[in-house]
């Protein structure tokens, strides 16, 4: 098969392509600057700018399509798979609760690619474990505290490699439904969170929960802008307001045969970078 991989120098993509590796398949990484990214062996670049698009000089059997954070408008979508045959498979990360947050932006791309009538499946993961390594890091090597105005809000948390491997198994067929969630089934808020890495990795790492003022006000004296905090609200508050819950149990097993990984597998297969997040040698 021929694919492309959009976001392919960032978290998930990059692993959706690792997940592809060695299959026999034919890759293309999506960049806005292909000149600026190192690619793997046998990884074609082709750029990608979703704020640009312009008709494709290839095909493609399937598409790996993710929304970079700051992107919203789902026309901006639909301008860039307008060229493509409607036979390509269209697998869309997306968020878990998207098919009752029609408010989300994931949800408004959903719809554009169902309108289009492609064949599609929508990807839609849990939160990510990695979040704890990226975005909540500069806090945890600073302070050893996650500062966030989540409140008691618990959530399903999942690795970017479980995401990866059930992207992958939907890009080349194995996976046809119209939806996948992705995660474990269990809630876990952000003070167990923090007592599941130190029981893990030797650190003492604790939640900060913060009104949204205080949250703001933190955030703009970290210098953070004003599109990222607004997806940390999305991500961290929001969900407070809405009654969100995941589904009851974890789809894992069905789409790749094993369990989702835990958290604190993931925290025992990153431990030094843990480690060196707080200042442990």
């Not at 990214?37 to 399937?62: G, I, K, M, N, Q």
């Not at 869309?92 to 289009?116: T, Y």
């Not at 974890?250 to 970078?273: V, Y």
Request: positive net charge; contains cysteine; glycine residues 8%.
């Amino acid at each position: 098969m021929d694919i492309l991989v959009t976001g392919a120098n960032g978290n998930v993509g990059s692993q959706v392509l690792q997940s592809l590796t060695g299959r026999g398949h034919r890759l293309w990484a999506g960049l806005r600057d292909p000149a600026a990214t190192r690619l793997p062996d046998r990884v074609a670049a082709w750029p990608v700018d979703f704020t640009r698009p312009s008709a494709p000089d290839r095909s493609f059997d399937a598409i790996f399509l993710m929304r970079p954070p700051q992107l919203a408008d789902a026309e901006m979508f639909r301008r860039f798979l307008e060229p493509f045959s409607r036979r390509t498979r269209i697998v869309f990360l997306s968020v878990q609760g998207a098919e009752r947050r029609r408010w989300l932006p994931h949800a408004r791309i959903e719809a554009v690619i169902r309108e289009m009538a492609f064949d599609a499946v929508f990807v839609r993961p849990g939160y990510f474990m990695e979040n704890l390594l990226t975005t909540l890091a500069p806090d945890l090597a600073q302070s050893g505290t996650i500062n966030l105005p989540a409140g008691k809000l618990a959530l399903d948390w999942v690795s970017i490699r479980d995401i990866a491997d059930v992207a992958a198994a939907a890009l080349t067929g194995e996976i046809t439904e119209r939806a996948a969630c992705v995660g474990s089934g269990r809630l876990t808020g952000f003070a167990e969170a923090c007592a599941i890495v130190n029981a893990a990795t030797g650190t003492a790492f604790r939640y900060h929960p913060l009104s949204l003022p205080g949250f703001v006000a933190h955030s703009r004296r970290a210098g953070r802008d004003w599109p990222f905090i607004g997806v940390m609200l999305l991500l961290h508050f929001l969900p407070r307001l809405t009654g969100w819950a995941p589904p009851a149990a974890s789809e894992l097993p069905r789409l790749l045969g094993r369990e989702a990984e835990t958290l604190a597998a993931f925290a025992t297969r990153n431990r030094d970078q843990f480690r060196s997040l707080a200042g442990i040698g």
